[in-house]
């Protein structure tokens, strides 16, 4: 009886394996559910140069190559090919969020501002609030006592104060540590 008990799980077992691997294979909803759910935290990552409205009404035609450097910072691609353009590009990636990308490019010739270009530009306020970690909304409790509950803080008649100077001191109560060593 034992050999078609064997027999059986021969062919019963491999089956079983491939229903279940194919069952496995198919992904709906509520597995990718549980994926997410099992994802790793992954950190923000920001990016590049940020470039504000402030920062672009500042700029004026003419102005230096230096000039420009020390209101907008390095730009981040500066190519060898194209010496008359600094491309400034920001981004942010946030879990669960899609990605934000901002670029701003200006123009030089030789070494002089000609003109610049780029995305809306956050104000810096903006800005702030953007790279910002959103904040989860937390419920602070309610910091309210009663005339009764606030006298059982008070001192009892005749007994000084916890925190009340040393009858005869005008300073603080001193008070007595243990020793730090035995």
């Known amino acids: 009886m034992s050999f078609f008990l064997l027999r059986k799980a021969r062919v019963i077992l491999p ?18 559910r ?12 920001i990016q590049g140069n940020v470039v504000t409205a402030e ?3 500042q700029l004026q035609p003419g102005m230096t190559r230096n000039q420009v450097r020390g209101l ?13 353009r600094w491309d400034y590009v920001f981004t942010i990636r946030r879990q669960g969020i899609e990605p934000l990308e901002r670029k701003f490019t200006v123009f030089f010739d030789g070494d002089r501002l ?10 810096e306020t903006e800005f702030a609030t953007l790279v910002q970690p959103p904040l989860e909304k937390v419920k602070v409790p309610e910091l309210s006592a009663t005339p009764g509950q606030l006298k059982s803080f008070e001192p009892k008649a005749g007994q000084p104060a916890a925190n009340a100077p040393a009858p005869g001191t005008t300073g603080p ?7 730090l060593e035995p």
């Open 55 to 57: 920062q672009a009404k």
């Open 72 to 84: 907008l910072g390095t730009p981040l691609l500066a190519s060898v090919f194209h010496q008359d």
């Open 34 to 45: 549980l994926v997410d759910w099992v994802t790793p935290y992954k950190a923000d990552v």
């Open 114 to 123: 000609t003109r610049f270009e780029g995305d809306s530009l956050p104000s």
């Open 173 to 179: 109560a001193r008070q007595s540590y243990p020793p």
């Open 15 to 32: 089956l079983g394996l491939c229903v279940l691997l194919a069952a496995c294979s198919t992904a709906d909803r509520a597995s990718h």
